[in-house]
């Protein structure tokens, strides 16, 4: 199968040292001195494209995306930052039959460690003397504050128990590859849980079992259905002709982003 790639960064690259791992050939490579205004993602370019990779910027990605799905190309969104145009592009997405897998976190620990804030969330949901936090570290290079997966975190924590206050803080320094950590403090005691990564692999490798799931679907999706299929996925986002979720807090903010035509220069 054909891969391209864009955004040719530090998760690009790697992503391109793993590929053939997962039967991917590499066709198309992507950074911003060809890909301005996604104007390098063009029918001639993408030709024999079966899935396409997006680790870019914040202010790139939702372009990018509105050409893939122009141009019918199953796509794979690693970027964070961009989430105020998430029910525009899920629409885009949708109209133009392609598929596509977004996650802010290509991590399978994280994918659990999401799984297990949402539940602690739900169960100390009528225990109101436990404060909630949500905390993550990242490299000094890391452009967006807090971190796409702390904001789905923190999400998953307040769907689990509507109006649930969490405070919330970062940090940027060195070249930590990422740690989240949520916890629930009382007067009584202290739970907490906590996702540390190792290195970039395990994103670069998550990423590229996505694009091999997604290849020849149709639909919108999370890593979670690529990772636990079987399961029914509760809160997960529409499917095709599938069960409605709430709208997440940044659902709810992008519906009324002001920068919504942006999108249209797609
Ligand atoms: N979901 C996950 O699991 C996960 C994991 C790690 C990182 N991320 C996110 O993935 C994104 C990339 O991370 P990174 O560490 O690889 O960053 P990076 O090293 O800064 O790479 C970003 C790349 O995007 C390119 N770019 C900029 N504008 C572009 C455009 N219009 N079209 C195509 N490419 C363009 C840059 O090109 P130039 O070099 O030419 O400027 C660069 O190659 C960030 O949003 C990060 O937060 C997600």
């Given at each position: 199968?054909?891969?391209a790639i864009i955004g040719h960064g530090k998760m690009g690259r790697l992503i391109e040292q793993?590929?053939?791992e997962y039967g991917f050939a590499v066709t198309s490579r992507l950074n911003s001195a060809n890909n301005r205004d996604a104007s390098g993602i063009t029918g001639n370019n993408f030709a024999?494209?079966?899935?396409a990779v997006d680790f870019s910027t914040a202010a790139a990605a939702p372009h990018n995306i509105a050409r893939l799905a122009a141009l019918q190309i199953n796509t794979v969104v690693g970027t964070t930052g961009w989430t105020q145009y998430l029910p525009q592009v899920q629409a885009r997405v949708r109209d133009s039959n392609i598929g596509m897998v977004w996650s802010p976190n290509y991590s399978i620990g994280v994918?659990?460690?999401l799984q297990l804030a949402s539940e602690a969330s739900r169960r100390l949901a009528s225990y109101k003397e436990y404060g909630a936090w949500a905390?993550?570290?990242h490299h000094a290079a890391k452009k967006d504050a807090?971190?796409?997966t702390l904001l789905k975190v923190v999400d998953e924590m307040q769907r689990a128990d509507p109006g649930r206050e969490v405070s919330v803080s970062s940090n940027r320094?060195?070249?930590?590859p990422g740690t989240h950590e949520i916890g629930f403090d009382s007067a009584a005691d202290s739970l907490t849980i906590r996702h540390t990564a190792r290195s970039r692999e395990g994103f670069a490798r998550g990423a590229l079992l996505a694009a091999r799931w997604v290849a020849g679907k149709q639909g919108w999706f999370e890593f979670r259905d690529v990772l636990f299929a079987q399961d029914s996925a509760p809160g997960a986002l529409n499917r095709k002709g599938g069960a409605s979720a709430p709208p997440s807090s940044a659902e709810k903010q992008g519906a009324l982003a002001p920068e919504a035509e942006l999108l249209d220069r797609g």
């Open positions: 199968m054909n891969l793993l590929a053939p024999g494209v079966d899935v994918n659990i460690f905390w993550e570290i807090p971190s796409g320094a060195g070249a930590h």
